[in-house]
């Protein structure tokens, strides 16, 4: 067996952040603010990260926090507001005011946008983000002196830690380092989406569902000129099958537009999908703490997956805080009790409402009645309505308060 070759760099810092998307990111600068020092490590280049296509609707919890961590100028001017959201089944177009029935609403900014704010303020700070990391392992989570080996520019580094945030995703190496310690909870549907970023203008100011008959389509946008689309779909199903030509054409007939409403733009970027629903319990492990999608992945049905992590984050923060200001863990050690509550809510409104707009394709007829009747019960009954409303907005907190479940 080889042997590894010897360390070359060793440095420490506070908090050891693996992964440099928006909870690490957004991780490293709460930290800053709070004089806690942390290095953010990334496979990917720096190109590659601000410019991967991803989720963009922001809760109204999120778009405050982003404010009070110093990145919401850009936000504040380019993020559109969407005061309701829009559902169309059965020939019909359905309204519900989200700001009437519970005062709030959400906010449509790309998550693109969202980490390239992060990385310019993180660099303008002087934050220490290394990127095209390579090699990265975890050591001693269960001493109080944590380390994280990883290859940079050929050369072999230790950064030792207090402690260690595993904000690198599903497929990172943070999860799998305390995998003997977890309990899996896991669903897969057997359909995605086809996700489609296209120059054109959008057709309606707020988000649009449409529940048809051959699969759901939706319908965002990014920008006054820029539309992001998609179609439900099969969870192999093969990007070649789908020509620009198809796609607006299977667009129009979900969507039941008129062929002059829906503009055939240039297809920026085209991709699939795949839903599943995934948790891990609890979220921590020694001094190892996994955040957003490291944790926990919901259907984007819901658009409840950013605004998860970001909440992740905020308790991470504040339990950090804590421990460095006054040499307590009580909200360290409850992490995962506090999360947990967060994330199982957020995975069943995302399975309701992934139930409720796609073609389930085992049920038949039966099913798809089921699916009108609820639709119609959110419509015709205002305390559903409202219940709707404020899963879909989600709860009224900032960084300080997302501590409590």
């Known amino acids: 067996m080889a042997t590894r070759s010897p360390i070359q760099h060793t440095a420490r810092t506070q908090v050891g952040i693996v ?54 100028t850009r936000l504040k001017s380019q ?29 449509i900014y790309g998550q693109r946008e969202v ?26 989570l269960d001493t109080s002196n944590p380390a994280l080996s990883f290859q940079h520019n050929d050369q072999n580094h230790l950064l030792h830690c207090d402690f260690i945030a595993g904000c690198d995703g599903y497929h990172g190496v943070c999860r799998p380092a305390i995998a003997d310690a977890l309990r899996i909870f896991e669903c897969r549907h057997p359909f995605g989406w086809l996700g489609i970023l296209a120059e054109a203008p959008p057709i309606s100011p707020e ?25 439900q779909c099969a969870s192999d199903e093969d990007l070649h099958q789908w020509s620009d030509e198809r796609i607006w054409d299977e667009l129009r007939l979900r969507l039941d537009v008129r062929a002059g409403d829906l503009t055939d733009g240039r297809i920026m970027e085209k991709s699939v999908v795949r839903m599943r629903s995934f948790v891990a319990e609890p979220m921590q492990h020694g001094r190892l703490f996994l955040v ?28 950090l805080e804590r421990f460095y200001a006054a040499d307590d863990e009580r909200l360290l050690r409850d992490y995962s009790k506090t999360g947990l509550p967060r994330v199982w809510e957020g995975q069943r409104f995302s399975q309701w409402m992934t139930r409720l707009l796609h073609n389930l394709g085992d049920g038949g007829p039966f099913d798809r009645r089921i699916q009108l009747a609820e639709l119609d019960r959110v419509f015709c009954s205002e305390s559903a309505a409202a219940c709707f409303a404020e899963a879909y907005v989600g709860r009224p907190m900032d960084a300080k308060e997302w501590t409590h479940p």
């Open 19 to 72: 992964g440099a998307g928006p909870s690490g990111l957004l991780l490293s600068q709460l930290l800053q603010l709070e004089g806690i020092s942390s290095v953010v490590l990334e496979t990917r280049s720096r190109a590659r990260v601000e410019s991967r296509v991803r989720a963009g609707q922001l809760e109204p919890a999120t778009v405050k926090v982003l404010s009070q961590a110093g990145v919401g």
């Open 115 to 140: 980490v390239r704010d992060l990385v310019a303020a993180r660099l303008s700070a002087g934050g220490n983000i290394i990127f095209e990391a390579s090699q990265v392992a975890i050591h001693g």
């Open 207 to 231: 988000v649009l569902y449409s529940c048809h008959e051959r699969g759901l389509a939706l319908f965002s946008m990014r920008s006054p000129q820029i539309s992001r689309l998609y179609l």
């Open 79 to 107: 993020g559109l507001p969407q005061p309701g959201v829009v559902f169309h089944y059965e020939a019909q177009t359905r309204r519900l005011d989200l700001e009437k029935l519970c005062g709030r609403s959400v906010t």
């Open 292 to 319: 957003g999608d490291a944790a926990h992945i919901v259907p984007p049905s819901a658009a409840k997956g950013l605004n998860l992590a970001v909440a992740d984050v905020c308790s991470l923060a504040r339990g």
